[in-house]
């Protein structure tokens, strides 16, 4: 069912939102970069770009490069599991235009204008100063219209041509995924009601909505990268389904242990928190397995061949089982406990986790989904390592596990001088900043962050010449 | 004094490190009990290797056992953290069975 580049406008639009995405991974570094370098050289850039601002754009270039690629890797798939072009191509391109502009003008505001009034005024036009979501309001809506438009030209897609069980899922998913948004619109004075809402966006898209979305694309590779049977993918794809959305719906209680919402919160947030590491582990199982099986079905016919077609790709997918196992499992599960989540709430332990979480769970896949991309467009049946993929994937998964270790070491400090020995004061948060241990983790993490930014140079140079390299087959 | 609603007392500042390295091989440990399940399942290991799958399980609910006393947590959260512990031990065989009825569905 595999559609060609050549004939696929869909395709082509993919490589445009991919390419966006890899410039704001880069923007997402390089602030990342000038907030780290803030946090061990405090006057650097001062007043010319505050850590508030590097830090904004940071963390808002993450969400949004992820969803540009995610945008992409639904255009990228949707004729492979239709069997036709998308419908409503024209309006997509619009779209894709539409957003580009929204983002740039959004982030030259963040860059040049930076703070406003503090009235409606910078609500509307400069920013909301909600982490992560912080658009303007003009660009919400604007965001809500491209959100729209996208959704009916999967909806449009799916209903019209055939509706393989990838799709299904995506359709929801992203019909979910594009109302969550709206949650996150409305502005009130009442900062527990606004955090109430604000985290129906941030946590139902990240350990919800977003993690389903991870599921069907990891399906959707495992079908084209190892051949893997579709029967057997999709049905793990619904279990993982129901697993995550079983666990991850309600496991937004552990976002409201101590934000002025009832105390319930800490129950529910309990015990479904405790059964959110369930599906990741599964997610971990279903590609070990489904690699595994396809690898001795081949060992069976007397193959000796690996049986993966885009090794980069297949690097990367791995990476995002096993991030993903770690990231969100093993670095949010010890610290999702209301008993102990009492202490460690907005330490560098919550810094820690978004780091490995983040990448480890979503990064990983939409660069593997990337390198799909490189593959199809070049027109390569085995698409081999680069020296270059190695040392991106090398560079940047160690680069990032090392930040995610220093801020662990950060939080740790952090937690037992300003939490456990001070209670919480004022006075017990300056001490823990100055310990040796914090310091230093703070050093470290700076310097994992340039090893990280240095593989990032490494994937971009590999996603443009590794599809003219002579080693792949075609 | 927290609310005794959330748990019985404070964490003593000794105990946080054993906390987090408890809760973190809960999931190494779990990680390890579904892996040799899975690599049992599709032949890469012997069939008596599944003892030492089990055995980590055990190490598993040890360590949720270990995490839960010393964080002094409630009844209802011991409670789930026991929901956590058995789904950990029946996800790979639930998981697994519904997978080789449709392999076989598929495949003859």
């Not at chain 1, 696929?8 to 991919?18: G, I, P, Q, R, V």
């Not at chain 1, 880069?26 to 602030?31: K, T």
């Not at chain 1, 977003?210 to 190892?226: K, P, Q, R, S």
């Amino acid at each position: 069912m595999a559609s060609s580049y050549s004939k696929s406008e869909s395709k082509k639009l993919a490589t445009w939102y991919f390419t966006v995405a890899a410039t704001l991974f880069g923007a997402q570094l390089l602030f990342g970069l000038v907030a780290a370098i803030q946090y061990v050289m405090p006057g650097f850039l001062f007043e010319i770009l505050d850590f508030s601002v590097a830090r904004m754009v940071h963390i808002n270039a993450l969400v949004v490069w992820m969803v540009f690629a995610m945008f992409g890797s639904v255009y990228w798939l949707l004729p492979d599991e239709t069997g036709i072009e998308t419908v409503g191509i024209g309006l997509g391109k619009l779209l894709f235009w539409v957003f580009t502009a929204a983002v740039t003008v959004v982030v030259l505001v963040y860059l040049f204008i930076q703070v406003g009034p503090a009235d409606e005024t910078s609500i509307w036009f400069i920013h909301e100063g909600r982490e992560y979501i912080e658009a303007p309001r003009w660009a919400d809506l604007g965001i809500t219209v491209v959100a729209l438009g996208f959704v009916a030209n999967l909806f449009m897609t799916g209903i019209k041509g055939n509706r393989s069980g990838i799709v299904t899922v995506l359709m929801a998913d992203m019909i979910a995924f594009a109302g969550l948004y709206l949650t996150g619109m409305f502005y009130t004075d009442n900062i527990s009601i606004d955090q109430f809402w604000w985290w129906w966006v941030i946590h139902l898209w990240v350990e919800a909505t977003w993690e389903v979305f991870v599921g069907a694309l990891a399906a959707y590779g495992l079908i084209t990268m190892i051949g893997a049977h579709r029967k057997v993918v999709e049905m793990w794809l619904w279990i993982e389904v129901a697993m995550l959305f079983g666990s991850g719906i309600l496991g937004m209680g552990h976002h409201y242990f101590w934000i002025g919402t009832p105390e319930y919160w800490w129950e529910i947030g309990a015990l479904f928190s405790a059964l959110e590491p369930l599906p990741l582990v599964a997610m971990f199982i279903h590609v070990l397995y489904d690699w595994g099986k396809m690898q001795g079905e081949e060992a069976a016919k007397g193959q000796d061949l690996s049986v993966i077609t885009n090794k980069p790709a297949f690097t990367w997918f791995i990476m995002n089982a096993l991030g993903n196992f770690l990231g969100a499992g093993v670095w949010g599960f010890f610290h999702t406990m209301p008993q102990v989540n009492l202490y460690t709430h907005g330490t560098q332990f919550t810094s820690a986790h978004g780091h490995l979480a983040f990448f480890g769970a979503y990064a990983t896949i939409l660069i593997g989904m990337m390198y799909l991309a490189v593959q199809g467009k070049n027109n390569i049946k085995i698409l081999n390592n680069t020296k270059s993929s190695i040392w991106a994937v090398s560079m940047i998964v160690g680069g990032v596990v090392g930040m995610t270790v220093a801020l662990t070491l950060a939080g740790y400090s952090d937690v037992i001088i300003s939490r456990a020995q001070m209670g919480a004061t004022w006075a017990g948060y300056f001490d823990a900043q100055a310990t040796t241990w914090l310091v230093q983790g703070l050093v470290w993490r700076l310097l994992m962050g340039v090893v990280t930014f240095v593989g990032f140079l490494f994937l971009v140079k590999d996603l443009l010449s590794i599809g003219k390299a002579t080693h792949h087959v075609r | 004094m927290v609310d005794e609603a959330l748990m019985s007392r404070d964490i003593l500042v000794d105990d946080f490190l054993t906390i987090f390295i408890s809760s973190t091989l809960v999931l190494i440990f779990g990680g390890f009990y579904v892996g040799i399940y899975t690599a049992i399942k599709v032949k890469l290991l012997k069939n008596w290797m599944m003892y030492i799958g089990y055995f980590f399980w055990i190490l598993t609910a040890y360590c949720l056992y270990l995490m839960g006393s010393l964080m002094h947590v409630n009844d209802f959260t011991a409670k789930a953290l026991v929901v956590a512990a058995i789904g950990l031990l029946l996800l790979p065989h639930a998981v697994y069975y519904m997978q080789d009825h449709v392999h076989q569905e598929n495949e003859h």
